[in-house]
């Protein structure tokens, strides 16, 4: 079953911006939908966004639409969250999961492969 890994968090000022990273391994990426959730203290998992395997589309919360842009390195087994102009309501902990296809923010319910998450903290 395909393991995955966060990285990229950290601590940035309002309008910065970060690079998350989603590193896979005992798998293929490019065979699955991969989405991104985020979880702030004392709140639900909440989808930001998702990558569909086969058609290469992209779907984005209306909190992020604009601001964040979802990629994939299919050479390295990657897929990325590009965050720019980041706001203080953008702190919480980042995690990737594996799905069979997204047409929209499926549920996280809908989601497996869990990484451990990557902290983002936006704050002057």
């Known amino acids: 079953q395909v393991q995955l890994v966060e990285s990229g968090g950290g601590l940035v000022q309002p309008g910065g911006s970060l690079r998350l990273s989603c590193a896979a391994s005992?798998?293929?990426?490019?065979?699955?939908?991969i989405g991104w959730f985020r979880q702030a203290p004392g709140k639900e998992r909440e989808g930001v966004s998702c990558?569909?395997?086969?058609?290469?589309?992209?779907y984005y919360a209306d909190s992020v639409k604009g601001r964040f842009t979802i990629s994939r390195d299919n050479a390295k087994n990657t897929v990325y969250l590009q965050m720019n102009k980041l706001k203080p309501e953008d702190t919480a902990v980042y995690y990737c999961?594996?799905?069979?296809?997204?047409?929209?923010?499926?549920?996280?319910?809908?989601?497996?492969?869990w990484g451990q998450g990557t902290q983002v903290t936006v704050s002057s």
């Open positions: 999961g594996t799905t069979s296809i997204c047409l929209g923010l499926p549920p996280s319910t809908d989601f497996g492969s």
């Open positions: 005992g798998g293929t990426l490019n065979y699955y939908a």
């Open positions: 990558t569909s395997s086969s058609d290469g589309r992209t």
